[in-house]
């Protein structure tokens, strides 16, 4: 049976692939500055899940809360990598002016990248907070 932190690394390395391929096709995007930023978030995300996956075995929680630690998790880095080059595609404005470099998108999909990158914010958050608790100094087992 493969073990999740082997899962983790795979996602990891995938989703870091995912992120290079985006670069090469940064130039082809509605909002270039987003697609460097959807470039970056592939290959961010990617390394955090191998970091993740490095470490998992030390992470000590009950198993439901480690389960969803685990789904948040993958969620919430490819949901990044896929709202932030979504972004880029529509041109939309959506949580990140400083990228949108004057580009705006329908209003339909200003609110889709919104509620897509809000739901990234806490996913990741919750997920970070789970893998805090199961790092503290107290076993629970």
């Given at each position: 049976?493969?073990?999740?932190?082997r899962?983790?690394?795979?996602?990891g390395?995938?989703?870091?692939?995912v992120?290079?391929v985006t670069?090469?096709?940064?130039?082809?995007?509605?909002n270039?500055r987003?697609g460097?930023?959807?470039?970056?978030e592939?290959v961010?995300?990617?390394?955090f899940?191998?970091?993740?996956?490095?470490?998992?075995?030390e992470?000590?929680?009950?198993?439901r809360?480690?389960a969803?630690?685990?789904?948040?998790l993958?969620?919430g880095?490819?949901?990044?990598?896929?709202m932030?080059?979504?972004?880029?595609?529509?041109?939309?404005?959506?949580?990140?002016?400083i990228?949108?470099?004057?580009?705006?998108?329908?209003p339909?999909?200003?609110?889709?990248v919104?509620a897509?990158?809000?739901?990234?914010?806490v996913?990741?958050?919750?997920?970070?907070?789970?893998?805090?608790?199961?790092?503290?100094?107290r076993?629970?087992?």
């Amino acid at each position: 049976m493969e073990s999740t932190n082997r899962r983790l690394m795979w996602h990891g390395m995938f989703l870091f692939l995912v992120g290079l391929v985006t670069g090469f096709v940064e130039p082809r995007f509605t909002n270039v500055r987003m697609g460097l930023a959807a470039h970056l978030e592939g290959v961010m995300n990617g390394t955090f899940l191998v970091a993740l996956g490095a470490i998992w075995n030390e992470v000590q929680l009950p198993s439901r809360a480690k389960a969803i630690a685990y789904w948040t998790l993958l969620y919430g880095t490819y949901a990044n990598w896929f709202m932030t080059t979504l972004a880029a595609v529509f041109g939309t404005a959506a949580l990140s002016p400083i990228s949108a470099a004057g580009h705006s998108g329908q209003p339909w999909q200003e609110t889709l990248v919104t509620a897509g990158f809000m739901s990234v914010g806490v996913v990741i958050v919750l997920s970070s907070v789970l893998i805090l608790w199961g790092l503290r100094a107290r076993s629970l087992r």
